[in-house]
């Protein structure tokens, strides 16, 4: 609080300060200060007769000591905190957070200012969005920590100074205060004295100047300091005083001893006095008070005693302190020298000559005050003292060391040391490790730990190399004990070793690398060329790699690495290349061997015997074919012959090549065939061996052998067997077969022939020479032919004996047999020459139809009209009587065929429509049977014109109706006031004009305004208007956007931007989107707000949220205003009407309407006291049955209304419990560890005491029940309600009755049980349905919206939210890309309401302009809101959105006319002429009713998206989906797959939602009409008591005319002046908070009147002046009214409502209140 005194704050006297005129005379004529930039600062010229220019140099001079003020401060709050402060200009600014005041309070307070109490710390909250309303809570902390530490409350700024910064300089002077305060008690620096010696540029001290000159800021009197401390100190004032006042008369006319024998003095409260420096005392304050004495002089020079504070030249008790203080210190250093150099020359001797010891002893003498002296370092001291010492003497400075250089030596002796034994420690450490390592088996870690050691100072340790480092550090180790050593590593062989490391570390990694990205390349199936380069690397190391098997190389790499299930090593990889080298290496010779044996194959193909050859190339060592025999080289070539000619003729190419496989498969088959070929031949020549013998059992077990594979063998034969091939073999000798010598020929199974010789044994398969192929041995066939025969013979012969009645049967059967299959036979022909013989058949019937034709046509012709007669006369009566039988049928059962008609409809049509609506995917049959429905008919659009119209009437009546009620709120309080006190007559007047010129210009009771329309607009102004119209659209669709510019608004305005704004462009919330829209604002609101406004769960509960307190007035509007009449008006009806019963809660009031009752009963005055205690009261036995009786009927109240509540779940708004809902979720998210009660407490603040409770406590206001003028409620009917409102929110927030309570003490188990119902109660409110289940709302929804949404907003609001939205566009919309950006840029600068509305009438005489703009500015216009970027691409697939339903609508118009079984069968069938006639009809049709309806309506808009592409042929339309389809598929909004059946289910949903929204329309018709008929009521209400208020303002006029006009004076300035103890003794003030009364006359008020109900209020404490007030007469009349009989002024100063109105009526006007 700035102090007003002549002398505060710099020179009144408009001559030049002594201390100005010195410098200049000194400087030459001009003074200035300079800095050590070489920058000028503030000049004063010399002495100068112009009056305004010394005024300018005087507040030049002010603004200067301000600086050097904050500077001061400045220096000080760094010294205490440590921190870096920013500039001294920028000060003011910085503290205005009040983080580095928090931070000084931590400083000399830790335990009260606790650094995590402080907000916004790091200031990032600040430097982001600025000051936020919690930094204030910094400020107040600040203040309690002064409260703590005892400074006089003199001294405390108050929050508007700091955080308004309308009195920086205060807050400045506090810091200052509080600096010498601390101080004296010894917990702080003395701040420095920079005035005079501080600079500042010539710009810094104008702009502090400008500064001071706007807020009009006088300085404190910052040298006053020390004396207001010692008059608040806690002492003996008047003593102190006189001990102060001798010390400094013992100055001015005694001497030393004497001073000292009044500084003794105990009275003086001096302390640390020292009778040795008694002297120094005397000549230290003697020179302080003269130099005070002139510094005084040259601030004042002309100022009286009269004007002067006695403190300005005498030594404060504070500054006699100080300059004790500083005397000592003087005095302590001075001491402190002389032992400093005595130490120095001893410790300089003992480096030259002295021992170690005795150096020790020198350097830890407290007189030369060496730190971090350590003996064991001595040896080290000495050594490099005595260096410097000689490097000194040689140099040319000589001399003895100084204590700083000592100092210095030490400190680096000591690092020197410690470097030097930690290094031999690390080193240690190290061996240890590798020592403890190498004994437990651990791994390197440790020994990587070691070396990690900073003090090894390896800075090239890789602890990737741990393994390394660890394995050669050890294995040095061991070497090193192994050759007899210590067996220790030195720190050089370990930097060795880590280096060498390093180095190998380094190339096995480039090796790894290189080898895993072969691995990787092989693994990820890369380029061979990939694999190929990374195997040429150096690092791999592989061997030599060809280029062409790169495909190989890679192939092999990936199967190594897929059966090890991991990267291959360098090792590996090796392994796989040589391998895979010698394999194609081998494939090569081998593919050269196969090449061979091919090559033989085509000559013995060109018939050159070269079997040799073809033996040569199988035997190749390259050609690895396996069990190759040269005994069957030629059977080799037979089939290897074959197998080629058959891959030849299967391939085609006669140059076929036979592969590796092929032929080592031949090798083997022919290998096969030979052994079963020599098996075959031995056992024929066994046979024939046994046959010569003629055993016949021998013969028998020859044949039964298994490789001759005779077959047909019976025992019973084999005497025949021997016999029978006896024979054969004879008869071969007898036709002449010769010798053969042995050889026999053979045929296998395969057909080839074999040769064997019986008698040697040989075998071949070649024919041998000279063998004629014949041979006297029987062959295996010849042998099996006598088998054969042989037992045939024997077989037939037993079974002709054993069965011959059956074989005469058979015969029989057999012939039969034979017949039918000649039969069948005959039948197979026929059936074989079926066509032949039906041709054969049909000619010869056709012969014979032809001619009976012939015939029969001639016979016709000849009776031609006689067979037409006689046809005519048959069909006819055949055909009369089929009708007639049927018609008949049809007659006798009507009803019977209705029903089943209807029946079988309806099962249809219930088929079809339950496939419609439960099906997930409808066929398209079944939806296009509904597809009329989707049809908009007249009455659909007759009704959206009826909806249109009544939510513009019911907004303007809305509007219309908050404007009468603020009007009559406030015209009944100012008619109220105006019975207590007359002088405020004109304003009741001027504010009834101003009412009836709101009533002539707002919507009448009757509705019958015209709704508001833009059609008069300029064309600028329609192109203005079109852009509001894509910016309130973005606003309604876009919830963060009004989300955020609610917190960027002051708290203040939010309720106002909130009816004003918000509701207008949500239309109040009159249907299902307007109130999705809203929810989904509320809800981002919301989520914002605590997620950063909330700091815990009671912020919620003890503050005031701004979302919640804007979600509350939402749902208290007409919708939730009937749910509340509905859930307590009965109930409250209830209470108003019991007039016996008087819930009085507290024992004090139960006691005093006690006593009342028997005074008025006795008509005595009660012997009883009247003012008691609560415990005093309850104890009367009265009072306590009294308060039992209030308890019971408040039970009994409090029940009902809670059994009411639980039963009203379903009647809450939904908006409510979305918002409870939401609220819950937040609060889990933000405190996820919070318990659940405590959660369901908040929800239920919201829903109880903040929606419900109110309603309770002021029925009235609420219109929950209905009140007259002449039946207003009684203070007992409020208090009773107030009672039970009580007792429901304590157990809605389970909060018990006690302290002041306790009379209600009783009730807290009902207290608890009801909480228990409440608690489930909010737990169910807070769980709804999604709001999008909720209203039926989805993406599409706006899309295919009939019309588009209209509000009807006043042209002030526009102008605001549009200068709302450009001041915070940054905060709104930080990107800028945003969509809010481009309209806002496009809209341009914001206009004005005259610009917009293209200009306004003119002013009348004596009218104010100002007004007809405000009055213009609420003229109301209809924004038909539009989509700025529809169909605009955008990330937020919007033209998506748009393309889809278009899509939609255009298959809805094929489906129509053209069915299908999917919607991929109906475009791709071409359409019929039928069909594009019938599409080409609705078309035209459709577009006649459009213009039909366009005519009807010029408010509602088609939605462009329900036009466009309908028009084209069905064709072209066709077209268009396919292509819009394809777009839609690549965005996987729909699949072809699937026949794009999401296009059939989303027209399937429109279809069913159809109905639900004729259905919702029509309900909000009624809604809409019954809200209009209220509104009205309630308008016709508010009309008829304002008619009341002009016939009472009437009546005060007529009798105010009746006065005349001498009753009016004329405003008259005028100025009282009063000390606080005289208001003190009027009663006025009460209390001034932080000055005892005693003081009360050293403070003064002065009142002022300004302006006609105006006052300004100044006062000034000790000589300060505090802030001025301005007070205006109606709030005081209004506080008067609402019954605040006290009220605070200046922040401190307590004052009497009454008695200050009674004082300015008395002074003021003249007379008596």
Same mark, same amino acid.
């Given at each position: 609080?700035?102090?007003?005194?002549?002398?505060?704050?710099?020179?009144?006297?408009?001559?030049?300060?002594?201390?100005?005129?010195?410098?200049?005379?000194?400087?030459?004529?001009?003074?200035?200060?300079?800095?050590?930039?070489?920058?000028?600062?503030?000049?004063?010229?010399?002495?100068?007769?112009?009056?305004?220019?010394?005024?300018?140099?005087?507040?030049?001079?002010?603004?200067?000591?301000?600086?050097?003020?904050?500077?001061?401060?400045?220096?000080?709050?760094?010294?205490?905190?440590?921190?870096?402060?920013?500039?001294?200009?920028?000060?003011?600014?910085?503290?205005?957070?009040?983080?580095?005041?928090?931070?000084?309070?931590?400083?000399?307070?830790?335990?009260?200012?606790?650094?995590?109490?402080?907000?916004?710390?790091?200031?990032?909250?600040?430097?982001?969005?600025?000051?936020?309303?919690?930094?204030?809570?910094?400020?107040?902390?600040?203040?309690?920590?002064?409260?703590?530490?005892?400074?006089?409350?003199?001294?405390?700024?108050?929050?508007?100074?700091?955080?308004?910064?309308?009195?920086?300089?205060?807050?400045?002077?506090?810091?200052?205060?509080?600096?010498?305060?601390?101080?004296?008690?010894?917990?702080?620096?003395?701040?420095?004295?920079?005035?005079?010696?501080?600079?500042?540029?010539?710009?810094?001290?104008?702009?502090?100047?400008?500064?001071?000159?706007?807020?009009?800021?006088?300085?404190?009197?910052?040298?006053?300091?020390?004396?207001?401390?010692?008059?608040?100190?806690?002492?003996?004032?008047?003593?102190?005083?006189?001990?102060?006042?001798?010390?400094?008369?013992?100055?001015?006319?005694?001497?030393?001893?004497?001073?000292?024998?009044?500084?003794?003095?105990?009275?003086?409260?001096?302390?640390?006095?020292?009778?040795?420096?008694?002297?120094?005392? #005397?000549?230290?304050?003697?020179?302080?008070?003269?130099?005070?004495?002139?510094?005084?002089?040259?601030?004042?020079?002309?100022?009286?005693?009269?004007?002067?504070?006695?403190?300005?030249?005498?030594?404060?008790?504070?500054?006699?302190?100080?300059?004790?203080?500083?005397?000592?210190?003087?005095?302590?250093?001075?001491?402190?020298?002389?032992?400093?150099?005595?130490?120095?020359?001893?410790?300089?001797?003992?480096?030259?000559?002295?021992?170690?010891?005795?150096?020790?002893?020198?350097?830890?003498?407290?007189?030369?005050?060496?730190?971090?002296?350590?003996?064991?370092?001595?040896?080290?001291?000495?050594?490099?003292?005595?260096?410097?010492?000689?490097?000194?003497?040689?140099? +040319?400075?000589?001399?003895?060391?100084?204590?700083?250089?000592?100092?210095?030596?030490?400190?680096?002796?000591?690092?020197?040391?410690?470097?030097?034994?930690?290094?031999?420690?690390?080193?240690?450490?190290?061996?240890?490790?590798?020592?403890?390592?190498?004994?437990?088996?651990?791994?390197?870690?440790?020994?990587?730990?070691?070396?990690?050691?900073?003090?090894?100072?390896?800075?090239?340790?890789?602890?990737?190399?741990?393994?390394?480092?660890?394995?050669?550090?050890?294995?040095?180790?061991?070497?090193?004990?192994?050759?007899?050593?210590?067996?220790?590593?030195?720190?050089?062989?370990?930097?060795?070793?880590?280096?060498?490391?390093?180095?190998?570390?380094?190339?096995?990694?480039?090796?790894?690398?290189?080898?895993?990205?072969?691995?990787?390349?092989?693994?990820?199936?890369?380029?061979?060329?990939?694999?190929?380069?990374?195997?040429?690397?150096?690092?791999?190391?592989?061997?030599?790699?060809?280029?062409?098997?790169?495909?190989?190389?890679?192939?092999?790499?990936?199967?190594?690495?897929?059966?090890?299930?991991?990267?291959?090593?360098?090792?590996?990889?090796?392994?796989?290349?040589?391998?895979?080298?010698?394999?194609?290496?081998?494939?090569?010779?081998?593919?050269?061997?196969?090449?061979?044996?091919?090559?033989?194959?085509?000559?013995?193909?060109?018939?050159?015997?070269?079997?040799?050859?073809?033996?040569?190339?199988?035997?190749?060592?390259?050609?690895?074919?396996?069990?190759?025999?040269?005994?069957?080289?030629?059977?080799?070539?037979?089939?290897?012959?074959?197998?080629?000619?058959?891959?030849?003729?299967?391939?085609?190419?006669?140059?076929?090549?036979?592969?590796?496989?092929?032929?080592?498969?031949?090798?083997?088959?022919?290998?096969?065939?030979?052994?079963?070929?020599?098996?075959?031949?031995?056992?024929?020549?066994?046979?024939?061996?046994?046959?010569?013998?003629?055993?016949?059992?021998?013969?028998?077990?020859?044949?039964?052998?298994?490789?001759?594979?005779?077959?047909?063998?019976?025992?019973?034969?084999?005497?025949? #067997?021997?016999?029978?091939?006896?024979?054969?073999?004879?008869?071969?000798?007898?036709?002449?077969?010769?010798?053969?010598?042995?050889?026999?020929?053979?045929?296998?199974?395969?057909?080839?022939?074999?040769?064997?010789?019986?008698?040697?044994?040989?075998?071949?398969?070649?024919?041998?020479?000279?063998?004629?192929?014949?041979?006297?041995?029987?062959?295996?066939?010849?042998?099996?032919?006598?088998?054969?025969?042989?037992?045939?013979?024997?077989?037939?012969?037993?079974?002709?004996?054993?069965?011959?009645?059956?074989?005469?049967?058979?015969?029989?059967?057999?012939?039969?047999?034979?017949?039918?299959?000649?039969?069948?036979?005959?039948?197979?022909?026929?059936?074989?020459?079926?066509?032949?013989?039906?041709?054969?058949?049909?000619?010869?019937?056709?012969?014979?139809?032809?001619?009976?034709?012939?015939?029969?046509?001639?016979?016709?012709?000849?009776?031609?009209?006689?067979?037409?007669?006689?046809?005519?006369?048959?069909?006819?009566?055949?055909?009369?009587?089929?009708?007639?039988?049927?018609?008949?049928?049809?007659?006798?059962?009507?009803?019977?065929?209705? !029903?089943?008609?209807?029946?079988?409809?309806?099962?249809?049509?219930?088929?079809?429509?339950?496939?419609?609506?439960?099906?997930?995917?409808?066929?398209?049959?079944?939806?296009?049977?509904?597809?009329?429905?989707?049809?908009?008919?007249?009455?659909?659009?007759?009704?959206?014109?009826?909806?249109?119209?009544?939510?513009?009437?019911?907004?303007?009546?809305?509007?219309?109706?908050?404007?009468?009620?603020?009007?009559?709120?406030?015209?009944?309080?100012?008619?109220?006031?105006?019975?207590?006190?007359?002088?405020?007559?004109?304003?009741?007047?001027?504010?009834?004009?101003?009412?009836?010129?709101?009533?002539?210009?707002?919507?009448?009771?009757?509705?019958?305004?015209?709704?508001?329309?833009?059609?008069?607009?300029?064309?600028?102004?329609?192109?203005?208007?079109?852009?509001?119209?894509?910016?309130?659209?973005?606003?309604?669709?876009?919830?963060?956007?009004?989300?955020?510019?609610?917190?960027?608004?002051?708290?203040?305005?939010?309720?106002?931007?909130?009816?004003?704004?918000?509701?207008?462009?949500?239309?109040?919330?009159?249907?299902?989107?307007?109130?999705?829209?809203?929810?989904?604002?509320?809800?981002?609101?919301?989520?914002?707000?605590?997620?950063?406004?909330?700091?815990?769960?009671?912020?919620?509960?003890?503050?005031?949220?701004?979302?919640?307190?804007?979600?509350?007035?939402?749902?208290?509007?007409?919708?939730?205003?009937?749910?509340?009449?509905?859930?307590?008006?009965?109930?409250?009806?209830?209470?108003?009407?019991?007039?016996?019963?008087?819930?009085?809660?507290?024992?004090?009031?139960?006691?005093?309407?006690?006593?009342?009752?028997?005074?008025?009963?006795?008509?005595?005055?009660?012997?009883?006291?009247?003012?008691?205690?609560?415990?005093?009261?309850?104890?009367?036995?009265?009072?306590?049955?009294?308060?039992?009786?209030?308890?019971?009927?408040?039970?009994?109240?409090?029940?009902?209304?809670?059994?009411?509540?639980?039963?009203?779940?379903?009647?809450?708004?939904?908006?409510?419990?979305?918002?409870?809902?939401?609220?819950?979720?937040?609060?889990?998210?933000?405190?996820?560890?919070?318990?659940?009660?405590?959660?369901?407490?908040?929800?239920?603040?919201?829903?109880?005491?903040?929606?419900?409770?109110?309603?309770?406590?002021?029925?009235?206001?609420?219109?929950?029940?209905?009140?007259?003028?002449?039946?207003?409620?009684?203070?007992?009917?409020?208090?009773?309600?107030?009672?039970?409102?009580?007792?429901?929110?304590?157990?809605?927030?389970?909060?018990?009755?006690?302290?002041?309570?306790?009379?209600?003490?009783?009730?807290?188990?009902?207290?608890?049980?009801?909480?228990?119902?409440?608690?489930?109660?909010?737990?169910?409110?807070?769980?709804?349905?999604?709001?999008?289940?909720?209203?039926?709302?989805?993406?599409?929804?706006?899309?295919? +919206?009939?019309?588009?949404?209209?509000?009807?907003?006043?042209?002030?609001?526009?102008?605001?939210?549009?200068?709302?939205?450009?001041?915070?566009?940054?905060?709104?919309?930080?990107?800028?890309?945003?969509?809010?950006?481009?309209?806002?840029?496009?809209?341009?600068?914001?206009?004005?309401?005259?610009?917009?509305?293209?200009?306004?009438?003119?002013?009348?005489?004596?009218?104010?302009?100002?007004?007809?703009?405000?009055?213009?500015?609420?003229?109301?216009?209809?924004?038909?809101?539009?989509?700025?970027?529809?169909?605009?691409?955008?990330?937020?697939?919007?033209?998506?959105?748009?393309?889809?339903?278009?899509?939609?609508?255009?298959?809805?118009?094929?489906?129509?006319?053209?069915?299908?079984?999917?919607?991929?069968?109906?475009?791709?069938?071409?359409?019929?002429?039928?069909?594009?006639?019938?599409?080409?009809?609705?078309?035209?049709?459709?577009?006649?009713?459009?213009?039909?309806?366009?005519?009807?309506?010029?408010?509602?808009?088609?939605?462009?998206?329900?036009?466009?592409?309908?028009?084209?042929?069905?064709?072209?339309?066709?077209?268009?989906?396919?292509?819009?389809?394809?777009?839609?598929?690549?965005?996987?909004?729909?699949?072809?797959?699937?026949?794009?059946?999401?296009?059939?289910?989303?027209?399937?949903?429109?279809?069913?939602?159809?109905?639900?929204?004729?259905?919702?329309?029509?309900?909000?018709?009624?809604?809409?009409?019954?809200?209009?008929?209220?509104?009205?009521?309630?308008?016709?209400?508010?009309?008829?008591?304002?008619?009341?208020?002009?016939?009472?303002?009437?009546?005060?006029?007529?009798?105010?005319?009746?006065?005349?006009?001498?009753?009016?004076?004329?405003?008259?300035?005028?100025?009282?002046?009063?000390?606080?103890?005289?208001?003190?003794? !009027?009663?006025?003030?009460?209390?001034?908070?932080?000055?005892?009364?005693?003081?009360?006359?050293?403070?003064?008020?002065?009142?002022?009147?300004?302006?006609?109900? !105006?006052?300004?209020?100044?006062?000034?404490?000790?000589?300060?002046?505090?802030?001025?007030?301005?007070?205006?007469?109606?709030?005081?009349?209004?506080?008067?009214?609402?019954?605040?009989?006290?009220?605070?002024?200046?922040?401190?100063?307590?004052?009497?409502?009454?008695?200050?109105?009674?004082?300015?009526?008395?002074?003021?006007?003249?007379?008596?209140?």
């Amino acid at each position: 609080m700035s102090d007003l005194t002549n002398g505060g704050g710099g020179v009144e006297s408009p001559h030049l300060s002594v201390h100005a005129v010195v410098h200049a005379e000194h400087g030459g004529g001009k003074h200035e200060h300079q800095s050590d930039h070489g920058v000028k600062h503030i000049k004063i010229e010399k002495y100068d007769y112009d009056g305004n220019k010394i005024d300018e140099k005087r507040k030049e001079h002010i603004a200067y000591e301000y600086l050097c003020h904050l500077e001061e401060a400045k220096k000080w709050i760094e010294a205490c905190i440590t921190d870096e402060l920013p500039p001294t200009t920028e000060l003011e600014q910085a503290l205005r957070n009040g983080v580095i005041l928090c931070k000084l309070g931590h400083f000399y307070a830790p335990d009260i200012m606790p650094l995590k109490k402080i907000y916004d710390m790091d200031e990032s909250k600040y430097r982001a969005k600025g000051l936020h309303f919690k930094h204030t809570d910094n400020f107040n902390f600040w203040l309690e920590t002064l409260k703590f530490v005892g400074l006089p409350k003199i001294f405390y700024p108050i929050t508007t100074d700091l955080y308004d910064r309308k009195n920086m300089p205060r807050v400045i002077y506090c810091i200052h205060a509080l600096s010498l305060y601390l101080h004296k008690l010894g917990q702080a620096p003395l701040i420095e004295d920079l005035l005079g010696t501080a600079t500042f540029t010539e710009e810094e001290i104008s702009a502090m100047k400008t500064e001071l000159d706007k807020y009009g800021i006088q300085m404190p009197h910052f040298g006053k300091i020390g004396g207001i401390l010692a008059n608040e100190m806690p002492v003996d004032e008047v003593a102190l005083h006189a001990a102060v006042m001798a010390i400094n008369d013992v100055l001015d006319k005694g001497g030393p001893q004497e001073l000292m024998v009044a500084l003794k003095n105990a009275a003086a409260h001096l302390i640390k006095l020292d009778s040795v420096n008694t002297a120094r005392y #005397y000549e230290a304050l003697r020179d302080a008070k003269a130099r005070k004495t002139v510094r005084k002089a040259d601030q004042n020079p002309g100022a009286g005693d009269e004007e002067r504070d006695v403190y300005d030249v005498m030594l404060t008790q504070a500054d006699i302190q100080d300059i004790i203080n500083e005397v000592n210190t003087t005095v302590k250093k001075e001491i402190a020298a002389a032992k400093l150099r005595e130490g120095l020359s001893s410790i300089n001797q003992e480096i030259q000559s002295g021992s170690v010891e005795s150096l020790l002893k020198a350097l830890c003498s407290e007189d030369v005050h060496l730190t971090g002296v350590i003996p064991e370092n001595i040896q080290w001291y000495k050594d490099i003292l005595l260096k410097s010492t000689k490097d000194k003497a040689e140099s +040319m400075v000589g001399g003895s060391l100084t204590r700083e250089e000592i100092q210095d030596i030490l400190t680096i002796a000591n690092e020197v040391a410690e470097h030097t034994r930690a290094v031999v420690q690390a080193v240690l450490c190290v061996n240890k490790a590798l020592d403890q390592v190498a004994g437990t088996g651990s791994d390197a870690e440790a020994a990587l730990h070691a070396l990690l050691n900073e003090n090894l100072d390896l800075a090239d340790v890789v602890p990737a190399n741990k393994q390394y480092y660890y394995e050669e550090l050890l294995r040095a180790k061991k070497a090193k004990e192994t050759s007899q050593e210590a067996g220790v590593l030195t720190e050089e062989e370990i930097q060795q070793i880590v280096n060498r490391m390093n180095e190998k570390a380094e190339y096995d990694r480039n090796v790894a690398m290189a080898v895993e990205k072969i691995s990787t390349s092989a693994v990820q199936g890369s380029n061979p060329e990939e694999v190929l380069s990374a195997l040429h690397s150096s690092f791999v190391g592989v061997g030599p790699v060809d280029d062409s098997c790169a495909t190989l190389y890679a192939a092999a790499l990936q199967k190594a690495v897929e059966e090890k299930g991991r990267s291959l090593s360098q090792d590996e990889i090796k392994v796989v290349v040589e391998q895979v080298n010698e394999r194609v290496r081998l494939q090569n010779l081998l593919q050269a061997a196969i090449m061979d044996v091919n090559a033989a194959v085509r000559q013995e193909a060109a018939d050159v015997a070269d079997v040799a050859g073809v033996l040569r190339a199988l035997r190749s060592q390259y050609a690895r074919f396996e069990s190759v025999q040269d005994s069957n080289a030629p059977h080799y070539v037979t089939l290897l012959k074959a197998a080629r000619a058959a891959k030849a003729e299967k391939c085609g190419d006669l140059n076929v090549q036979l592969t590796e496989q092929e032929i080592q498969a031949v090798i083997n088959k022919a290998n096969v065939q030979t052994q079963e070929a020599i098996e075959l031949a031995r056992a024929v020549a066994s046979i024939n061996s046994k046959v010569d013998s003629g055993d016949a059992s021998v013969t028998l077990e020859a044949l039964k052998a298994s490789v001759a594979n005779i077959r047909s063998i019976s025992d019973e034969c084999a005497d025949a #067997y021997c016999k029978k091939l006896a024979e054969a073999k004879a008869k071969k000798i007898q036709d002449g077969v010769l010798e053969s010598g042995g050889w026999t020929e053979h045929r296998t199974r395969d057909g080839y022939v074999f040769y064997y010789n019986v008698v040697t044994g040989e075998s071949q398969w070649e024919k041998p020479e000279g063998f004629s192929g014949q041979s006297r041995e029987l062959t295996k066939d010849e042998i099996q032919a006598v088998v054969t025969k042989t037992t045939a013979d024997y077989d037939r012969w037993t079974l002709l004996k054993a069965n011959e009645p059956t074989i005469v049967q058979m015969q029989s059967f057999w012939r039969g047999i034979m017949v039918r299959k000649e039969y069948r036979k005959k039948r197979q022909f026929l059936k074989e020459h079926e066509k032949e013989i039906v041709k054969i058949q049909a000619v010869w019937k056709g012969h014979k139809a032809h001619k009976s034709y012939k015939q029969r046509l001639e016979y016709l012709g000849q009776k031609k009209d006689q067979a037409v007669l006689i046809q005519s006369v048959f069909k006819m009566h055949r055909a009369r009587k089929a009708y007639k039988d049927r018609q008949q049928f049809f007659k006798s059962h009507v009803a019977d065929i209705v !029903k089943i008609q209807s029946f079988w409809r309806a099962k249809k049509a219930k088929q079809d429509y339950k496939q419609l609506v439960e099906v997930i995917q409808p066929p398209t049959s079944a939806v296009r049977k509904f597809l009329s429905l989707l049809e908009q008919s007249d009455i659909d659009f007759s009704e959206e014109l009826e909806c249109q119209r009544l939510k513009a009437l019911v907004v303007q009546q809305i509007r219309a109706n908050q404007q009468l009620e603020q009007d009559l709120y406030t015209m009944d309080i100012k008619i109220g006031l105006l019975v207590k006190n007359t002088i405020s007559l004109e304003d009741v007047v001027s504010h009834s004009r101003q009412v009836n010129r709101n009533r002539a210009r707002g919507t009448g009771a009757d509705g019958q305004e015209l709704v508001p329309s833009t059609g008069g607009f300029s064309k600028q102004t329609q192109a203005k208007i079109e852009g509001y119209q894509h910016l309130f659209y973005l606003l309604q669709t876009k919830p963060h956007y009004f989300a955020r510019l609610i917190f960027e608004m002051p708290q203040s305005k939010t309720n106002r931007f909130m009816e004003n704004v918000i509701l207008t462009v949500f239309n109040y919330a009159h249907n299902n989107r307007e109130q999705y829209l809203l929810l989904k604002m509320f809800e981002t609101a919301l989520n914002e707000e605590v997620k950063n406004k909330v700091d815990k769960l009671a912020d919620i509960i003890t503050g005031n949220p701004t979302v919640i307190k804007m979600v509350v007035h939402f749902t208290r509007g007409v919708r939730g205003q009937n749910t509340l009449r509905d859930l307590l008006g009965p109930l409250i009806q209830e209470v108003l009407a019991t007039k016996d019963v008087v819930l009085l809660t507290s024992a004090v009031d139960v006691y005093k309407a006690w006593i009342n009752h028997m005074e008025t009963m006795t008509g005595e005055p009660s012997k009883l006291p009247y003012d008691v205690s609560n415990d005093q009261a309850l104890e009367y036995e009265e009072v306590r049955t009294r308060i039992a009786s209030t308890v019971t009927a408040l039970t009994d109240f409090s029940n009902r209304f809670l059994v009411s509540i639980m039963e009203s779940l379903n009647k809450i708004p939904y908006g409510m419990k979305f918002i409870a809902m939401k609220l819950r979720l937040a609060l889990h998210e933000k405190f996820p560890e919070a318990p659940e009660d405590d959660i369901i407490k908040v929800v239920g603040n919201l829903l109880y005491y903040r929606y419900m409770n109110p309603a309770i406590v002021a029925p009235d206001a609420f219109d929950i029940v209905d009140v007259g003028m002449d039946n207003q409620l009684t203070p007992d009917q409020r208090r009773n309600l107030g009672a039970i409102a009580k007792v429901l929110q304590a157990a809605a927030a389970c909060k018990m009755f006690e302290g002041e309570n306790a009379a209600l003490s009783c009730m807290n188990p009902y207290i608890q049980e009801a909480w228990g119902k409440f608690r489930d109660f909010f737990s169910k409110a807070s769980t709804v349905e999604t709001a999008e289940e909720r209203f039926g709302i989805d993406e599409y929804s706006d899309v295919i +919206m009939l019309t588009k949404p209209v509000i009807y907003i006043s042209v002030k609001e526009v102008v605001s939210t549009h200068s709302l939205l450009l001041e915070h566009e940054d905060a709104i919309s930080p990107k800028t890309d945003d969509p809010l950006r481009i309209i806002l840029k496009e809209l341009g600068t914001c206009p004005t309401v005259e610009s917009l509305l293209g200009g306004v009438r003119d002013a009348a005489p004596g009218e104010d302009p100002q007004d007809i703009v405000n009055e213009a500015g609420k003229q109301e216009i209809p924004l038909t809101l539009t989509n700025r970027f529809e169909g605009v691409a955008g990330d937020d697939g919007s033209s998506m959105k748009t393309l889809f339903v278009r899509t939609k609508r255009m298959v809805v118009d094929v489906l129509r006319v053209q069915p299908g079984e999917n919607l991929t069968s109906v475009l791709y069938t071409p359409a019929t002429p039928e069909q594009e006639e019938e599409h080409q009809t609705f078309i035209r049709k459709r577009e006649q009713l459009e213009q039909d309806k366009v005519q009807r309506s010029t408010t509602i808009r088609r939605s462009e998206s329900m036009s466009g592409d309908r028009n084209l042929p069905l064709e072209g339309m066709k077209r268009k989906i396919m292509r819009n389809l394809r777009t839609l598929e690549q965005e996987n909004m729909v699949n072809s797959k699937d026949d794009y059946q999401e296009i059939v289910n989303a027209i399937a949903k429109d279809i069913r939602n159809q109905h639900r929204y004729r259905q919702q329309r029509k309900q909000e018709l009624t809604r809409l009409q019954e809200t209009l008929e209220k509104l009205k009521q309630k308008a016709k209400f508010c009309e008829e008591q304002m008619e009341c208020y002009n016939v009472y303002v009437k009546s005060c006029l007529d009798r105010l005319g009746k006065v005349g006009s001498k009753g009016r004076t004329e405003f008259k300035r005028q100025t009282v002046k009063y000390t606080a103890q005289k208001l003190y003794e !009027k009663k006025v003030i009460r209390d001034i908070e932080g000055l005892p009364q005693h003081q009360f006359r050293s403070a003064t008020f002065e009142i002022t009147s300004t302006d006609i109900g !105006k006052f300004e209020i100044s006062g000034k404490f000790l000589g300060i002046e505090v802030q001025r007030v301005e007070l205006v007469f109606q709030d005081l009349l209004q506080l008067q009214y609402e019954g605040l009989a006290i009220m605070k002024m200046f922040g401190r100063v307590t004052v009497n409502v009454n008695l200050l109105i009674h004082l300015i009526n008395q002074k003021f006007y003249g007379r008596e209140s």
